[in-house]
């Protein structure tokens, strides 16, 4: 692989301690619990996004399985679950890895309310960045963070991530303006979790 190849993976499924990470199912359950998520305005606050109602869940997926198929792959999006669940457990939130060429990717992800104050935000970042930089050779992680999400600001400082500085009226949602914090991490800067030598690697 050259400096500037990337891997692509088709069928992604990672395992951490707690969570599982696997690709999206044009499912009625898989549809529920993205509704679950991007349906509730408290959840979906800091998304760059409308809060989205289920028959727009279910465009999205079919959008995210598209994206799966396309050759070079360029966008991860992906479902989380609760490994003690099992295989087919609904998810409880969602994951994005956006390949943005030069070997760099944006990541980012959304939990179900019921879920929050678990450390499963840090679980998930943890789990991207293992397959980022392990399985599909990156160099170079980003994340764009609303200044007002301090929670997701601390999960990426304790992942390692620097911020680089702020963007100001990054994003308009919902008729304002709003700036955002970016953050970035390096391959060399990156520390495996000492406790998972298979964060991020293909699960069977």
């Given amino acids: 692989m050259t400096p500037e190849q990337v891997r692509t993976v088709r069928q992604v499924r990672l395992a951490g301690p707690r969570l599982a990470i696997r690709e999206f199912r044009l499912a009625p359950e898989d549809v529920h619990a993205l509704f679950a ?67 760099a990717a944006s990541l980012g992800c959304a939990l179900r309310r019921d879920t929050w104050g678990n450390g499963y935000a840090g679980e998930i970042t943890a789990l991207l960045c293992g397959f980022a930089f392990g399985t599909l050779g990156l160099h170079r992680l ?51 979790p000492a406790a998972g030598e298979g964060w991020g690697q293909p699960h069977p």
């Fill in 37 to 103: 998520v991007f349906g509730d305005p408290e959840a979906a606050r800091y998304l760059p996004f409308e809060p989205r109602d289920e028959e727009e869940c279910a465009d999205q997926i079919e959008l995210y399985l598209d994206e799966a198929e396309q050759d070079p792959r360029t966008v991860y999006r992906l479902a989380v679950t609760l490994r003690e669940e099992g295989d087919e457990a609904p998810p409880i939130g969602s994951a994005v890895l956006g390949l943005e060429g030069h070997r």
């Fill in 142 to 192: 980003a994340a764009r963070v609303d200044p007002a999400n301090t929670a997701s600001a601390r999960v990426l400082t304790r992942a390692g991530f620097r911020q680089e500085g702020r963007i100001r009226h990054d994003q308009l949602l919902r008729g304002a303006w709003h700036d955002s914090l970016l953050f970035s991490l390096l391959e060399d800067e990156w520390v495996r």
